[in-house]
């Protein structure tokens, strides 16, 4: 086992001197592979995982680029998308609004639905993030979840939940979190990082009661995507654009304000816009769950998933 101390720690993985030569050698040994390719060897060879045992591919390939970024390693060059192609494939029917007609007025929300999305209709979600939020559509790292909301069978709002912040003193605080509880619980908390109504629907009412739609289903789908559950949501309201006034009508609790650190490429500097942090409670006895209550954090999702009090 290599004794050697640390280079850096991501995702609670400590990456060592041995780790390097493993990855290196990878490269050296199949310089036919693309970046997507060697994470999924490196995630075989590490034995490396998410808690719902799916190889750790997106992690892998974030940790690749942080370590190129550090000239610790040279991945081979990405890999051009072919001329004529396309980076946004078309969009899938269903996901179409109908002849793009506004959605206004006092319209009865009994009709509303909120359902993940299916793979087919990705690519329509991207797309719309893409061309309508205003901090576009980014691929989420590791585990996430897209959920859709139609009225009357037509799209109105796409939120997109994923991993929580690493990082978030006001967040520790309030759950009462060391260190190690920090590390062995944070994928029990998500982060609702997109949230979308579409710029043509104008309804009263209807972004709260979207999200309190979705946060009454997170936790069972969550489960059926990632097998366990997620105890707390997160998210992060930039005050200068918007009040948050749907996450508070939905009952979320704020937490203050954070330090506004901006991420440029895999640095956080000071000179960001500060964030209202706002959290859900996704189980009754959320914050008793998530210190673990000694258990290990396999056992406190079990338990959570189950409806344990």
Not at 122 to 136: K, N
Not at 172 to 179: C, T
Not at 235 to 251: H, P
């Amino acid at each position: 086992m290599d004794a050697s101390p640390p280079l850096l720690r991501y995702r609670n993985r400590e990456i060592r001197e041995s780790d390097l030569t493993e990855i290196r050698t990878v490269l050296a040994d199949k310089p036919e592979l693309g970046r997507s390719e060697v994470a999924r060897l490196l995630c075989d060879v590490w034995d490396w995982r998410q808690t719902n045992g799916r190889p750790a591919e997106q992690g892998c390939r974030d940790l690749l680029l942080r370590l190129e970024e550090r000239k610790l390693i040279a991945l081979p060059e990405r890999r051009r998308i072919p001329r004529g192609g396309t980076k946004h494939p078309l969009l899938p029917p269903d996901l179409i609004p109908i002849a793009w007609l506004p959605v206004r007025g006092a319209t009865s929300l009994k009709s509303l639905e909120v359902r993940p999305t299916t793979p087919e209709e990705r690519s329509g979600v991207r797309l719309f993030l893409q061309r309508y939020h205003y901090l576009g559509y980014q691929a989420p790292i590791g585990e996430h979840l897209f959920h859709a909301a139609f009225l009357e069978g037509e799209l109105v709002a796409l939120l997109a939940w994923a991993a929580a912040a690493a990082h978030v003193p006001a967040r520790e605080q309030y759950l009462g979190w060391e260190e190690k509880m920090r590390r062995g619980s944070l994928h029990l908390i998500t982060n609702n990082i997109r949230y979308l109504v579409m710029p043509w629907v104008r309804v009263p009412h209807l972004a709260s009661k979207v999200l309190a739609l979705s946060l009454r289903r997170l936790r069972h789908d969550w489960v059926s995507a990632h097998g366990h559950p997620v105890l707390l949501a997160e998210t992060f309201v930039d005050v200068s654009r918007f009040r948050g006034t749907c996450y508070r009508a939905a009952n979320w609790k704020y937490l203050g304000m954070t330090a506004g650190r901006a991420k440029r490429g895999n640095q956080f500097l000071h000179g960001g816009t500060p964030k209202a942090l706002f959290v859900y409670e996704l189980h009754r006895h959320a914050r008793k769950l998530l210190r673990g209550s000694g258990r290990p954090a396999s056992e406190v999702a079990q338990g959570a998933s189950l409806g344990e009090v």
